[in-house]
């Protein structure tokens, strides 16, 4: 308070010393411009004068200041009011794409594309949004009006085009659009990998085993992934490439998909067991049992064992005593157990095979194990553990199948 009291008394004191001052020393203003202009005034009315116009000018300017804004709020067609409502539409559309909500996603996002300087976003956004609400005309507009604002976006708008077109069931489309992006941007990893994530969904596996070079090139994919898909890609083809052939012609055909698989890859153990299996298929089976016992003899493996027990070699009584000697080294392997097993029914001996099945159940309580002692069981008149076995089996298969509602069991 006493600051207050102290200011006040300096403000007086320096206006009654301003007024003295005055008083004494009125001084004098002349300004004369001959036949035009004349002002005489005293020098303090003067300046008193000139703040004044200098404070009417600044009230004047906050006034004006003060209605362009308001009338920039006020007024919808304002270049203020425009950004706000462009905004507005970019977080309404984001949020009903993100929704679903697609025909007010293709709305808003559209009216942000026209309204903003790097459209692209909204535009493929808009684009997904038409595709969803089924209207290629409105999703292809929407695209090609992306690459006239954003010519430089060329392969975002064509990759997006691709997936669009994926989404709705033209795979042939979208092929087209990749292999075209495929020329113009060689190399290029997305178009590579969505190539062949196209190329897989259409079944195409000799596409897939084309574009392996290019992948591994690209460093597309990690080695680890390279590696899986070429396991599969060449053993899908091989299971395929005798599909469209009959007789020894289909024979032929897999045969020479096999002699296009390099030494390395003949000796892989997923690629030996499609082509044993796809031999045994088309009445191969001499051919299948030797394929798996070299392929056996090099590296065993457990899967090749168990096709090994479906094939019947020219010669029964060999391949038993051949799948016997791989039994000292996995007496604990139950796919070889039960390959022996069936080995043993294939020469009539009933007893081994018995043993061999029971032996393979005790590692491992497998269908097919119980399928096969079940059988034979119930030729050996021992049918109460047959139906026993066979009721197991339908047990284990069960597990690998839905949990689909069932009727109550009828009452006896």
Same mark, same amino acid.
């Given at each position: ?12 004191? $320096? ?13 004098? *203003? ?23 116009? *200098? ?6 300017? *906050? ?169 599969? $890609? ?28 390099? $030494? ?46 479906? *094939? ?10 051949? $799948? ?89």
């Amino acid at each position: 308070m006493k600051r207050v009291y102290v200011i006040i008394f300096v403000a007086i004191a $320096a206006a009654v010393g301003l007024g003295l001052g005055i008083a004494k020393h009125p001084g004098y *203003v002349l300004i004369d411009y001959p036949h035009v202009f004349r002002y005489e005034s005293g020098l303090w009315s003067t300046l008193a004068a000139l703040v004044a116009i *200098v404070v009417a000018v600044f009230i004047v300017w *906050v006034l004006l200041h003060l209605m362009l804004v308001s009338a920039g709020v006020v007024n919808p067609w304002s270049g203020r009011n425009r950004q706000r409502r462009v905004q507005i539409a970019i977080e309404q559309g984001q949020l009903d794409l993100a929704e679903g909500r697609w025909a007010s996603a293709q709305r808003n996002l559209h009216r942000a594309a026209e309204s903003e300087r790097q459209p692209l976003l909204y535009y493929l956004g808009a684009a997904r949004a038409a595709n969803e609400l089924g209207r290629p005309e409105d999703r292809d507009n929407l695209l090609e009006r992306a690459l006239q604002r954003q010519p430089q976006a060329e392969l975002a708008v064509a990759l997006t085009h691709a997936q669009l077109l994926t989404d709705v069931g033209d795979t042939e489309g979208a092929r087209s659009a990749l292999e075209a992006m495929r020329e113009r941007h060689p190399g290029n990893v997305q178009v590579l990998r969505q190539l062949q994530r196209l190329h897989q969904q259409r079944g195409d596996w000799m596409a897939v085993i084309q574009l392996l070079p290019q992948l591994r090139k690209s460093k597309a994919v990690t080695a680890a992934e390279l590696t899986a898909l070429e396991h599969r $890609a060449w053993g899908e083809n091989l299971t395929l490439v005798s599909a469209h052939e009959q007789g020894e012609a289909a024979l032929q055909a897999l045969k020479l998909a096999w002699e296009q698989l390099s $030494a390395e890859q003949r000796q892989e153990p997923t690629l030996v067991l499609a082509y044993a299996d796809q031999l045994r298929q088309l009445a191969a089976q001499a051919e299948a049992e030797a394929v798996l016992r070299g392929a056996l003899k090099r590296d065993y493996d457990s899967h090749l064992a168990r096709l090994y027990g479906l *094939v019947v070699g020219s010669d029964p009584a060999k391949q038993l005593h051949t $799948a016997e000697g791989w039994l000292k080294q996995h007496a604990d392997d139950s796919s070889l157990l039960l390959t022996l097993g069936r080995l043993s029914l294939q020469n009539s001996l009933w007893g081994k095979a018995r043993d061999y099945l029971e032996s393979s159940l005790r590692l491992q309580r497998n269908p097919e194990a119980c399928a096969e002692l079940a059988r034979l069981l119930a030729r050996l008149g021992d049918t109460e553990r047959s139906n026993q076995l066979f009721q197991e089996g339908l047990g284990l298969l069960d597990e690998r199948l839905l949990a689909l509602p069932l009727p109550d069991a009828a009452r006896a």
